[in-house]
């Protein structure tokens, strides 16, 4: 997917925070592979009737905590090393969100744009056929993440159910709420963003009213980190972009305007209503926040110099290099980091978890109340821990995670 391997980002960060927390051996070495790597080769049958092999991972990266949890990628470029990069995030993420899971994440090679809407549902059946004697609720727990959405998480968790011969709601969250989705799923990554934006704005006495945020991406979590920081932060949207190109406008954009003509042209570059840039433009705009919301190493240390944000919000996984983390330091930049920033996604799936075990439902404004709480609480403890022992956020974030993994194993007797 690209030059620096997402993997070897995952350890090198790692390996900086276990040295700042003199991190015993035995738990470094078991924390720097994942516990189980399940590769998967399963036939689909395309609509011409020919028959096509597609390859599939899953990563179960510790689950010392809990079962282990994380997205599904569908992506043509998807490789083992980066489902374990984002299967290892994943095992900080559900620490740092005090959720009680642990880290996996799953992939397809595969380009849905190129299939049809039977065929993409045969591909989501067949992946869940061939791992679903490794899934469960108590097991390892997938969810949408890139280019897979809610209807797929319904084929898949209707899949598993009919091969168990049970009703198995929780063995998988991301769902339309029509077979057990949680309200206030489909934006929550962006909520959680939008809240640890808020706390950073608090503590380093930036106006959000007066803000200007570009979001590089408008997928699921760029789209709607653009409306949100609008509605709940009154921040205006100057820039936004995605694979095709980007469009800025410093009066702020039509964020729905955009959105729809994305929809019609698969891209938001050529919309009439800024002018275009370049995404590498678009991370060196002078704003008050930058959120890089696509996919891994968006700031590498070709560009990082030119960022002229205060603050990047990373709701993507993995978008930022450890080359370009150092200069992005060096200059000041306050980053919140991936696996605190979009840990709004896994805290609604683990509330959609918790409702489907107990087959009752809560409110919108309750999933956000406690979507806020934790948040908040989550974006305050690496805060603080940052300033504490004078490290950076990213730093801090792995030490608070690493700590609350660690504990776990030296308790199971692992370590
Ligand atoms: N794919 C999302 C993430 O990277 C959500 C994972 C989940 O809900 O389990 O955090």
């Known amino acids: 997917m690209s030059e620096v391997n997402p993997f070897e980002t995952a350890q090198q960060q790692l390996d900086k925070a276990a040295k700042v927390l003199d991190l015993d051996k035995s738990v470094h070495q078991a924390l720097r592979e994942p516990m189980r790597t399940f590769i998967v080769n399963f036939q689909v049958k395309l609509d011409d009737g020919s028959m096509k092999t597609f390859k599939g991972y899953r990563v179960q990266y510790n689950d010392a ?53 039977a065929e993409l549902e045969r591909v989501s059946r067949g992946y869940i056929r061939a791992i679903s004697n490794f ?29 168990k011969g049970v009703n198995s709601p ?67 949207v100057v820039a936004v972009s995605d694979s095709g190109g980007g ?11 955009a959105k729809e003509f994305k929809r019609a042209n698969g891209s938001v570059s050529g919309f009439d209503g800024g002018e275009a840039i370049t995404n590498q433009e678009l ?24 960022v002229d944000a205060d603050v990047v919000a990373e709701a993507a996984n993995g978008p930022t290099t450890p080359e370009a983390d150092d200069i992005l330091c060096e200059n000041g930049v306050y980053i919140i980091p991936d696996f605190l920033c979009n840990a709004g996604g896994v805290t609604v799936s683990y509330f959609e978890w918790v409702q489907n075990r107990n087959r009752y439902y809560w409110s919108k404004s309750e999933v956000y109340e406690r979507l806020d709480k934790k948040m908040t609480k989550a974006f305050a403890d690496v805060h603080s821990r940052a300033q504490e022992e004078g490290v950076d956020n990213r730093t801090a974030a792995y030490m608070v995670s690493i700590e609350k993994v660690a504990q776990a194993m030296k308790l199971r007797g692992w370590v």
Request: proline share 6%.
């Open 65 to 117: 905590l809990g079962p282990t949890k994380g997205g599904l990628r569908f992506h043509p470029d998807e490789t083992l090393d980066t489902v374990k990069a984002l299967a290892a995030w994943m095992t900080w993420k559900t620490a740092v969100a005090d959720v009680p899971y642990g880290g996996g994440k799953g992939g397809v090679v595969c380009n849905p744009k190129e299939l049809s809407q």
């Open 170 to 236: 929780g063995v998988i969250t991301g769902k339309p709420v029509e077979v057990g989705g949680s309200e206030g799923r489909g934006d929550a990554t962006a909520r959680g963003v939008i809240y640890t934006i808020r706390e950073a704005a608090k503590e380093l006495g930036i106006p959000l009213a007066e803000a200007n945020i570009a979001i590089q991406g408008y997928g699921n979590a760029g789209y709607y980190c653009a409306t949100l920081v609008q509605e709940l932060l009154d921040c205006t």
């Open 135 to 163: 899934i469960g609720p108590d097991k390892d727990i997938p969810a949408p993440d890139v280019y897979t959405n809610p209807q797929v998480m319904a084929w898949m968790m209707d899949e598993f159910s009919k091969s």
């Open 247 to 257: 469009v800025y406008n410093e009066n702020g954009l039509d964020i729905e305007a």
């Open 283 to 306: 991370l060196g705009l002078d704003v008050e926040v930058l959120i890089p919301a696509a996919i891994e190493n968006a700031l590498t240390k070709d560009n990082a110099h030119s």
